[in-house]
């Protein structure tokens, strides 16, 4: 093993956090250096460039008030763009029920429809949303932790019943393609709140007319020029198999037998990563329980190119949600044209990514063609798989993000990203009170706050 290289304080991962944390350490004048175990910066953000566009596979949306986002985009030069007219494209997207293509314009009076009557226009997609925003107690987002409110650390089946909704709406109003969990029954209804919290309080700071923001040619800009700006270059393809501290310094020792040690080190890692890296000494037993019990979302995207526009055939919107293996089939338009789909990309959540995952990845393509021709015989042979990105299967993120199962926030949320001895950690799940990329900036500034 070659000698230990030495630096202030060692940054683990190369996601927005790693990378925002160690540059505001270089600012402060020390000695930084950020290791990854991929080739490339940004975490689970990622640009996919290689599909002759900047389809992208991780994080997108930029809230009107993620001020930290903002203030990295400036720094860098980078130019902001609105979403909100792409946002229309993607509302004209149809329900499919089994076999049964339903129509927006048809759903409120549809047989199949289960919510109250005065819901009935809410699609299924949006309704959990839309609950927990209109019937949220919280405050605020930074409210989520307080005492008062951990009798809401239920399940979101538990809470929807709590509002009169019966098993068979919230079936379609959640557990179709779910976003967190594999079902309501297997998500804290309290982490829903505070995402509604949060979206609540982007709304309010957005300009009248606009709903968010995106990154121009490609939200990857961001960790790249942050990758850039560091005196220190990334150490890629530096996967982590150690933190091993004795009292005076910490030790990094990577898979490829390279050791780095500093004073502190900031592992930004997600939990289902860290699980994996033996730790000396070892965390208490709360703080490894909650390391070896959080989960997180397999999210698989499949992306797929139209050879013929097939939506103008059968007459549906050329944007699916499904309750299949095909999950929501969304119409991509990233080029000049905003009107003009470029490809089609299936996103699918929960349990029916985890069954792809387990499938080659073209053959999870295929399966998700089949599904689509299923129900779509217009789009029979029209549809070619050109790749694919899945969240649950990539080593290195172990899920696109981290959800609390019921009675999982009172029992380790305060507890989780404690430090331990000259270990810090920091992540978009250990944020107090925001979310996405901006919840991800706050926790390397909470990480910072926490050093000598």
């Known amino acids: 093993m070659s000698a230990a290289e030495q630096h202030d304080v060692v940054v683990i991962g190369a996601g927005l956090a790693g990378l925002h944390a160690a540059l505001q350490l270089q600012d402060q004048g020390r000695d930084v250096v950020v290791v990854e175990a991929q080739q490339r910066s940004g975490g689970r953000i990622h640009s996919m460039r290689q599909l002759g566009s900047n389809a992208e596979a991780g994080g997108t949306f930029i809230g009107a008030g993620y001020r930290r986002v903002f203030a990295i985009a400036e720094r860098f030069g980078i130019r902001l763009i609105d979403v909100t007219p792409l946002l229309e494209f993607f509302r004209e997207q149809d329900l499919c029920i089994g076999t049964e293509i339903i129509r927006q314009s048809e759903w409120a009076a549809h047989r199949l429809n289960p919510f109250p009557e005065a819901d009935r226009e809410i699609m299924p997609w949006n309704y959990h949303r839309v609950l927990t925003m209109r019937e949220n107690p919280l405050p605020g987002p930074g409210s989520w932790l307080d005492p008062e409110y951990a009798h809401l650390d239920v399940s979101m089946h538990e809470w929807m019943r709590s509002l009169g909704l019966d098993d068979r709406?919230?079936?379609?109003?959640?557990?179709?393609?779910?976003?967190?969990?594999?079902?309501?029954?297997?998500?804290?209804?309290?982490?829903?709140?505070?995402?509604?919290?949060?979206?609540?309080?982007?709304?309010?700071?957005?300009?009248?007319g606009v709903i968010g923001f995106t990154v121009e040619n490609g939200v990857q800009r961001l960790p790249d020029a942050m990758a850039q700006a560091l005196a220190a270059p990334v150490r890629f393809d530096h996967a982590v198999v150690a933190i091993e501290q004795d009292g005076s310094a910490v030790d990094v020792v990577c898979g490829n037998g390279r050791r780095f040690r500093a004073d502190h080190v900031i592992c930004t890692l997600p939990?289902?990563?860290?699980?994996?890296?033996?730790?000396?000494?070892?965390?208490?037993?709360?703080?490894?329980?909650?390391?070896?019990?959080?989960?997180?979302?397999?999210?698989?995207?499949?992306?797929?190119?139209?050879?013929?526009?097939?939506?103008?055939?059968?007459?549906?919107?050329?944007?699916?949600?499904?309750?299949?293996?095909?999950?929501?089939?969304?119409?991509?338009?990233?080029?000049?044209?905003?009107?003009?789909?470029?490809?089609?990309t299936a996103w699918i959540m929960g349990p029916n990514a985890a069954a792809l995952d387990r499938l080659p990845p073209e053959a999870a393509g295929q399966a998700v063609i089949a599904e689509i021709e299923r129900r779509r015989p217009a789009s029979a042979g029209r549809l070619e798989w050109i790749g694919q990105q899945s969240w649950g299967a990539d080593t290195f993120a172990a899920g696109a993000w981290v959800y609390f199962r019921p009675g999982q926030i009172r029992r380790f949320a305060r507890r989780l990203g404690r430090a331990h001895g000259r270990l810090l950690f920091a992540g978009e799940h250990l944020a107090a009170s925001a979310r996405g990329m901006e919840g991800a900036l706050e926790s390397a500034e909470a990480a910072l706050a926490a050093l000598p």
């Open 169 to 208: 709406a919230i079936a379609f109003g959640y557990n179709i393609n779910c976003s967190f969990g594999q079902d309501a029954n297997d998500v804290s209804a309290l982490l829903m709140l505070l995402r509604g919290a949060f979206s609540r309080a982007q709304r309010t700071d957005a300009p009248p």
């Open 271 to 344: 939990p289902g990563v860290l699980r994996g890296i033996a730790l000396t000494p070892a965390l208490d037993a709360l703080q490894s329980q909650a390391i070896a019990t959080l989960p997180s979302q397999p999210v698989t995207q499949i992306y797929l190119a139209p050879t013929k526009e097939f939506w103008h055939d059968d007459g549906y919107a050329p944007s699916l949600f499904t309750d299949s293996k095909a999950g929501m089939v969304a119409a991509v338009r990233d080029g000049a044209d905003p009107s003009r789909i470029t490809h089609l």
